[in-house]
């Protein structure tokens, strides 16, 4: 088996691929193999295609085929006992298997046979599958808030948005969206998760009678409900349904950016790694690793653009400014409306980790923070910030500007992605994507003339309600002082409603702030007098 480094462990893990004896599914195999997670998959009738594959994965001990068709709920019940007889448990499962009728079908016309044939396939023997796998999973030792399992249905861009002569797969494959997210609601406090990936055109055998010539793909461009949008042979991308735990991708839209395989595209082995980084905490691989020269232009461009903000911020004298003060107005909002919450601040920062802010004209309160912690001092004393409050300063301050160039840059086991260009606000700027080794993300929107930042946000998953949560801050209105260029204007989101607005007068770089600004019985001493 290709030696390839997967930065997570899954050693203990069991996971069950249906379909898996080739194409995406084969990918999925290697790949839960490679983090070494053991592994069942299902073959129809390519015996020792299905064999080797358990052979090169390792044998039997880790690795094991099944034959079974799955064409029933009945059938999807079984695998997963057989699964649990021969490894003891399941983690993870990837609904991978499906078929596609490659003939055209007008819905007039459609025997009646095919509609039932592939509702089977498609739908009913995914009922089965979760079923006994959740049934299973839910029976799994775990502590409070521990993950029991992951599962992944796969559906696909005709489930998205249909396809022409094709209603019966199209249907079939937009119920496993609605499956996907009743389940998730369902399963989440019980520490099951579920997610979809929806992939195009990719070049499989499944797809090859569609994919074989030009009059095949010209048909398929000519059938789609979005017309170029869902071109073939592996030049779409994949699009995610995420609705649990996983980093955002953002994908590029567009028939420009859409192409044929040989201009570069979603590889049978990049849908396969989706899968298994969705199911399991972030696999990820280096582009070099997965030998997709589009993968790793894509990460070298990605890492082009976050060089040119760092220059744009100022370079090295951004990234070294050993502190530095911030002056001005501060305006709370609940779901966009104005509170009527408005002071003056005064913020002295020292990077990474120490920030004292003196809020009111005649600065009576302080907040205090270093490292994880933080304090609220006023002339009665000084009390810990609440964990709640505490949390979000350490969130937001963790998918900072700041933090992508000291702390996200470097993280070896990152995946960078392009999101393309869109609009935001008055700017026309590029879209990259963070994805760190331990499956957390951070998307930035960099301006694409100037480069510096014009939007940062990131997802999060409350560990109490399990809902989740999308962060966003706007910068505008840039000022440049000792070379270093600083927002004058911030705006922060939650969720989409304005939470926040900051408004600067001046700023201040110079040398580091003095040690007793963040002296915390110091700061009580000084509002007491």
């Given at each position: 088996?290709?030696?390839?480094?997967?930065?997570i462990?899954?050693?203990?893990?069991?996971?069950?691929v249906t379909?898996?004896?080739r194409?995406?599914?084969?990918?999925a195999?290697?790949?839960?193999?490679?983090?070494?997670?053991?592994?069942?998959?299902?073959y129809?009738?390519?015996?020792?295609?299905a064999e080797a594959?358990?052979?090169?994965?390792?044998?039997?001990?880790?690795?094991?085929?099944?034959?079974?068709?799955l064409?029933s709920a009945t059938?999807?019940r079984a695998?997963?006992?057989?699964?649990?007889a021969?490894?003891g448990?399941?983690d993870?499962?990837?609904?991978?298997?499906?078929?596609?009728?490659?003939?055209?079908?007008?819905?007039?016309?459609m025997?009646?046979?095919?509609?039932?044939?592939?509702?089977?396939?498609?739908?009913d023997?995914v009922f089965?599958?979760?079923?006994a796998?959740v049934?299973?999973?839910q029976?799994?030792?775990?502590?409070?808030?521990?993950?029991?399992?992951?599962?992944?249905?796969?559906?696909?861009?005709?489930?998205?948005?249909?396809?022409?002569?094709h209603?019966d797969?199209?249907?079939?494959?937009?119920?496993?969206?609605?499956?996907?997210?009743s389940l998730s609601?369902?399963?989440?406090?019980?520490?099951?998760?579920?997610?979809?990936?929806?992939?195009?055109?990719?070049?499989?055998?499944?797809?090859a009678?569609?994919?074989?010539?030009e009059?095949?793909?010209?048909?398929?461009?000519?059938?789609?409900?979005v017309?170029?949008?869902?071109?073939?042979?592996g030049?779409c991308?994949?699009?995610?349904?995420?609705v649990?735990?996983?980093?955002r991708i953002?994908?590029?839209?567009?028939?420009?950016?859409?192409r044929?395989r040989?201009?570069?595209?979603?590889?049978?082995r990049?849908?396969?790694?989706?899968?298994?980084?969705?199911?399991?905490?972030?696999?990820i691989?280096?582009?070099?690793a997965?030998?997709?020269?589009?993968?790793?232009?894509?990460q070298?461009?990605?890492k082009t653009?976050?060089?040119?903000?760092?220059q744009a911020?100022?370079?090295?004298?951004?990234?070294?400014a050993?502190?530095y003060?911030?002056?001005?107005?501060?305006?709370?909002?609940?779901?966009s409306?104005?509170?009527?919450?408005?002071?003056?601040?005064?913020?002295y920062?020292?990077?990474?980790?120490?920030?004292?802010?003196?809020?009111?004209?005649k600065?009576q309160?302080?907040?205090?923070y270093?490292g994880?912690?933080?304090?609220?001092?006023t002339?009665r004393?000084?009390?810990?910030?609440?964990?709640?409050?505490?949390?979000d300063?350490?969130?937001?301050?963790d998918?900072?500007?700041?933090?992508?160039?000291?702390v996200w840059?470097?993280?070896p086991?990152?995946?960078?992605?392009?999101?393309g260009?869109?609009?935001?606000e008055?700017?026309?700027a590029?879209?990259?994507?963070?994805l760190?080794?331990?499956?957390?993300?951070l998307?930035?929107?960099?301006?694409?003339?100037s480069?510096?930042?014009?939007?940062?946000s990131?997802?999060?998953?409350d560990?109490?309600?399990?809902?989740?949560?999308?962060?966003g801050?706007?910068?505008?209105?840039?000022?440049?002082?000792?070379?270093?260029s600083?927002?004058f204007?911030?705006?922060?989101?939650?969720?989409?409603?304005?939470?926040?607005?900051?408004f600067?007068?001046?700023?201040?770089?110079?040398?580091?702030?003095?040690?007793?600004?963040?002296d915390?019985?110091?700061?009580?001493?000084?509002l007491?007098?």
């Open positions: 088996m290709q030696s390839t480094t997967v930065p462990a899954l050693d203990g893990k069991v996971a069950l379909g898996g004896s194409g995406i599914g084969a990918a195999v290697r790949l839960f193999r490679q983090a070494g997670a053991r592994v069942a998959f299902n129809r009738s390519a015996r020792e295609r594959l358990a052979t090169e994965c390792g044998g039997g001990a880790v690795c094991r085929a099944f034959a079974k068709e064409d059938a999807g695998l997963v006992e057989e699964t649990i021969a490894f448990r399941i993870c499962l990837v609904v991978n298997h499906g078929i596609w009728p490659p003939d055209d079908a007008p819905i007039a016309t025997d009646g046979q095919q509609w039932r044939r592939t509702m089977d396939v498609n739908l023997s089965g599958l979760v079923q796998a049934g299973a999973m029976q799994q030792a775990a502590s409070k808030g521990e993950v029991r399992g992951h599962i992944v249905l796969v559906s696909s861009t005709a489930g998205q948005r249909g396809e022409a002569f209603a797969y199209a249907v079939s494959k937009g119920a496993l969206i609605s499956l996907t997210k609601s369902e399963l989440a406090p019980q520490g099951v998760y579920v997610n979809c990936v929806a992939p195009g055109w990719v070049d499989t055998e499944m797809a009678p569609a994919l074989a010539t009059a095949g793909r010209a048909k398929i461009l000519r059938h789609d409900s017309g170029a949008s869902r071109t073939g042979g030049g991308r994949a699009y995610p349904v995420p649990h735990p996983m980093g953002y994908q590029r839209r567009g028939a420009e950016r859409e044929w040989g201009a570069g595209g979603m590889t049978i990049r849908v396969g790694l989706l899968f298994v980084w969705m199911l399991c905490g972030g696999v691989l280096s582009a070099q997965t030998g997709d020269a589009t993968a790793n232009a894509e070298q461009k990605v653009l976050l060089q040119q903000m760092i911020l100022g370079g090295d004298a951004w990234l070294n050993p502190g003060e911030l002056v001005g107005r501060t305006s709370g909002f609940y779901q409306r104005p509170t009527g919450a408005i002071a003056d601040f005064f913020d920062r020292q990077p990474p980790d120490k920030e004292r802010v003196e809020l009111g004209k600065r309160v302080y907040e205090i270093i994880d912690q933080g304090w609220e001092i002339y004393g000084k009390r810990a910030i609440p964990k709640i409050e505490m949390d300063y350490l969130r937001r301050r998918h900072s500007v700041d933090a992508a160039a000291r840059m470097k993280d086991g990152a995946l960078y992605l392009y999101g260009q869109e609009q935001v008055r700017h026309l590029d879209k990259i994507t963070i760190s080794s331990t499956n957390d993300n998307t930035l929107d960099l301006d694409a003339n480069h510096l930042p014009v939007r940062r990131f997802e999060w998953r560990p109490l309600y399990k809902d989740k949560n999308i962060e801050e706007e910068y505008d209105d840039y000022h440049k002082f000792n070379g270093i600083t927002p204007s911030t705006t922060r989101y939650h969720n989409g409603d304005m939470t926040n607005q900051r600067l007068y001046n700023v201040t770089y110079g040398g580091a702030i003095p040690p007793d600004m963040f915390v019985d110091a700061a009580v001493r000084k007491k007098k």
